[in-house]
Nanobody
Framework: QVPLVESGGGSVQSGGSLRLSCVVSVGTFSNYYMGWFRQAPGKEREGVATIESDNTPTYADSVKGRFTISQDNAKSTVYLQMNMLKPEDSAMYYC???????????????????WGQGTQVTVSS
């Protein structure tokens, strides 16, 4: 059973919005430290936003004020609402479980326990 399943990606124009969803199908969702990461072609994977079990969010500077992470324990789902999208937001977005930090290491390693399969976001200018 795949533990994390993302949906909601797509193609939008600059300034548009998308909402990503990630359903956690294994374990006790309310205990997990969840997050969203992204990876653009030719670039390292980077943290976008994380949310702790007490709903404390953390955001990358590049998305502060535009993106909102939230979770619904009853649905075992974490969301990423993305507003005012820019072309530089284009990437494969990955849901992550058991996040240790928003920051990935210089060698590209991101400290998470599980990854989803990814959902593509493309923003055109």
């Amino acid at each position: 059973q795949v533990p994390l399943v993302e949906s909601g990606g797509g193609s939008v124009q600059s300034g548009g919005s998308l909402r990503l969803s990630c359903v956690v199908s294994v374990g006790t969702f309310s205990n997990y430290y969840m997050g969203w990461f992204r990876q653009a072609p030719g670039k390292e994977r980077e943290g976008v936003a994380t949310i702790e079990s007490d709903n404390t969010p953390t955001y990358a500077d590049s998305v502060k004020g535009r993106f909102t992470i939230s979770q619904d324990n009853a649905k075992s789902t974490v969301y990423l609402q993305m507003n005012m999208l820019k072309p530089e937001d284009s990437a494969m977005y990955y849901c992550a479980r058991d996040v240790q930090s928003l920051s990935c290491h210089d060698d590209g390693y991101c400290p998470v326990g599980y990854w989803g399969q990814g959902t593509q976001v493309t923003v055109s200018s």
